[in-house]
């Protein structure tokens, strides 16, 4: 008995080492994850601060390294941006303000015809928000942009000009955060 035990402890040990990539202000980022079957690999991640308050944990995941914003954006393979909330600041109000800025910088404010999705999109947010929670929003070309919150659905947008315009949020030229995006980037 005591030999079972000890050799699951030894492969549960080996197990957690080999999936953690790094470990970003107490929150440890896989080196893949697989959403809806598609295996992504950690490309990056760093921390969104605002006012020396460390908000949420930003990692990138996709197919292959990339490096450059435009790469992931316009890229023809599923990838995915992971946020680890950090902070008791963050609650549903204020990621819904902070989307809606996202969306206005990531579109230059070209975003009209968006509305309707953008609304909907960020009404996923309306539910309540708590330190501990993740969300991952995977991008698949020709499919749209599919939200989980804590590993559930919470909806699916689709739309190319959406998808890209999410993922623009984080790196795209104006990103709601310039360290965040090089560090998503790995550059």
Do not use: C
């Not at 896989?30 to 991640?45: K, M, R, V, Y």
């Amino acid at each position: 008995m005591k030999k079972t035990a000890l050799v699951l402890s030894t492969l549960l040990m080996m197990s957690s080492n080999v999936m953690a990539a790094t470990d970003i202000a107490g929150v440890s980022v896989p080196d893949s994850i697989t959403p809806q079957g598609e295996s992504l690999q950690f490309n990056g991640a760093g921390i969104r601060s605002k006012f020396f308050i460390d908000l949420y944990v930003g990692s990138l995941f996709t197919h292959e390294k990339m490096n450059q914003g435009d790469m992931v954006i316009n890229s023809d393979k599923a990838v995915a941006i992971r946020l680890n909330i950090t902070s008791n600041m963050i609650t549903s109000e204020k990621m819904i303000n902070a989307m809606k800025e996202g969306f206005e910088r990531a579109t230059a404010g070209q975003n009209k015809n968006l509305d309707t999705k953008i609304k909907s999109f960020i009404d996923t947010f309306a539910e309540p928000i708590q330190k501990g929670d993740q969300f991952t929003l995977l991008s698949v070309p020709g499919e749209g942009l599919i939200n989980y919150k804590n590993g559930e659905f919470m909806s699916i947008t689709s739309g190319e000009d959406f998808r890209k315009a999410v993922i623009a949020i984080w790196l795209g030229d104006k990103p709601t955060d310039d360290d965040l995006k090089e560090e998503m980037l790995d550059i």
